[in-house]
């Protein structure tokens, strides 16, 4: 697959939300806007959810949401939970912004409007850009010039990809943070990373507690390693 530069979403998102205040804005029946597969965001907290109801409520949905059409219906683009609230709500129709665009635009878009909304745990993060770089050869250095992030930030999230799936279920989850997981990076024994995972949410360990234990235990490997090889 012949490579390119960053798609229209992606590199040009934020003139194109400028442009937004001038496009036109349709309103569509809620049953006829359905949710998006490319999607990089699966968790909406739920208390979260529940205040941004309340300010639909009282205020109605001041921002349209982004879609594409599908036939006689419409895919979500961006804005998954002020839909999810009007559904909530019982509405009938909300305002909409319809774009053309392609599936890789369609993701990009979502990706950075999660992103810059912070609504992106970081497993969702890391997934989102490695689809990116494995189904359109996007690179890190694309990702990190465009989304503002230090190109280590973006290493760091996709190295959490190398984890365990049930550690990385605890990141997404919340019960671990980012900089955890990025320490657990540094153990090699994934049984080790496991007991360390469980242990860091058992006994509540801050990252520092985390990184002293890990260098703690360290030495005693290695001794263990210099003893057998003397043994045999």
């Not at 992606?10 to 949710?35: F, N, Q, W």
């Not at 219906?73 to 774009?99: C, T, Y």
């Not at 969702?124 to 996007?138: G, I, N, T």
């Not at 465009?146 to 919340?174: F, H």
Request: charged letters at 35%; hydrophobic letters at 35%; glycine letters at 4%.
């Amino acid at each position: 697959m012949e490579k390119r530069a960053l798609g229209r979403g992606l590199g040009a998102l934020i003139p194109e939300r400028e442009a937004e205040k001038s496009e036109k804005i349709t309103m569509v029946a809620l049953d006829r806007i359905k949710p998006s597969t490319l999607q990089p965001r699966k968790d909406f907290d739920p208390q979260n959810m529940q205040e941004l109801i309340q300010s639909i409520k009282e205020k109605g949905v001041i921002q349209p949401i982004i879609v594409r059409r599908r036939g006689e219906d419409f895919e979500l683009i961006a804005g998954e939970r002020r839909w999810r609230a009007a559904q909530q709500l019982n509405f009938s129709e909300m305002p909409v912004i319809i774009k053309d665009v392609t599936d890789r635009d369609s993701l990009e878009i979502s990706l950075i409007e999660n992103i810059q909304r912070q609504e992106l745990n970081p497993i969702e993060e890391a997934r989102a850009f490695q689809y990116l770089m494995d189904k359109y050869q996007v690179t890190q250095e694309e990702l990190s010039d465009v989304l503002g992030k230090s190109r280590p930030t973006v290493a760091n999230l996709l190295r959490l990809l190398r984890l365990p799936q049930e550690i990385q279920e605890e990141v997404r989850c919340g019960r671990l943070s980012f900089a955890q997981g990025r320490a657990l990076l540094e153990v090699t024994e994934i049984n080790q990373q496991r007991k360390l995972a469980q242990e860091i949410i058992a006994k509540g360990l801050s990252v520092r507690e985390l990184e002293n234990l890990i260098k703690s235990r360290k030495p005693v490997k290695h001794l263990k390693h210099r003893i057998r090889q003397q043994q045999r």
